[in-house]
């Protein structure tokens, strides 16, 4: 398919996880449309088999390459340590595929750490992506993970996490000096987990690495777009479910009114 710096990124997650990577993306490469496509109605993925993060997100996916999006961002760490491969088996080479993990763990921010935390889903968790990967490219890194499955459907549903909540979870980790927001939904917690910590654990940029490495690809690939008149595209976020409130309602605070919303559910195969 023929895709130009004109033509949108194609950015997925099973919510408003990928939200705040989105406004990344607009706040570093301004010139970029992008169609974003949020799972609610198949949310959360935390607790789903591979099996049906495969099938689903590859759905998204073709979903996205239909649009003739020049780019698929990943924007879930759950889709991305099930279904990376499966997504690249079917659309590399047809399309540029990024993801929140591998830009994170290649980057020089575990040089210096020596015991980090991951907190994410039970799926990412389960599929002990992180761990296979970090420990390939860092010996000297001690790793602790755990799953904590209340939090991204709270989030989602936009209830407020109790300090207790948070506490509970984090108890698990004592003495690290990093802690890695392993699921996209909690970056919209940075705030409180940083509080809880009194700035004193490291917690690593993950919107700016990810979008840094989406932006130097493109950039290679001569599909950064660099007219503004692009500028004039209203973005396009679908949901799989009727358009929930909080989504709505976070969409237009991060991108503002003029922007899409949309419905779209998938037909059962
Ligand atoms: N935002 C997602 C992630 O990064 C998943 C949240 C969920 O659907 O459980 O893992």
Do not use: W
Not at 9 to 31: T, V
């Amino acid at each position: 398919m023929k895709v130009s710096p004109l033509s949108p990124i194609g950015i997925f997650d099973s919510g408003i996880g990928g939200l705040l990577i989105a406004k990344e993306i607009k706040m570093r490469m301004p010139n970029e449309n992008f169609i974003y496509f949020g799972d609610t109605g198949n949310m959360p993925y935390g607790d789903k088999s591979k099996e049906f993060i495969i099938e689903n997100s590859m759905k998204i996916a073709s979903f996205l390459y239909k649009k003739k999006c020049k780019a698929l961002v990943i924007a879930c760490n759950s889709m991305t340590s099930n279904s990376l491969n499966a997504i690249h088996q079917k659309f590399h080479r047809k399309i540029l595929i990024f993801n929140v993990i591998d830009p994170i763990v290649k980057n020089q921010v575990f040089l210096s750490s020596k015991r980090i935390g991951i907190i994410a889903t039970p799926s990412t968790i389960r599929s002990n992506f992180y761990i296979k990967k970090i420990k390939k490219y860092y010996h000297h890194l001690d790793v602790v993970q755990i799953s904590t499955p209340l939090l991204a459907p709270m989030i989602e549903k936009g209830l407020k996490i109790k300090k207790n909540v948070i506490k509970n979870y984090l108890n698990h980790f004592k003495s690290i000096d990093t802690l890695l927001l392993a699921c996209t939904h909690y970056l919209f917690l940075k705030q409180e987990i940083d509080k809880f910590y009194h700035g004193k654990v490291h917690l690593i940029n993950i919107q700016k690495i990810v979008v840094q490495e989406i932006k130097k690809k493109l950039d290679e690939e001569k599909l950064l777009c660099i007219h503004p008149n692009c500028n004039s595209k209203y973005p396009i976020f679908y949901t799989s479910s009727s358009i929930p409130t909080f989504f709505e309602k976070k969409v237009k605070i991060l991108f503002g009114r003029k922007v899409f919303i949309k419905t779209h559910v998938f037909n059962s195969s």
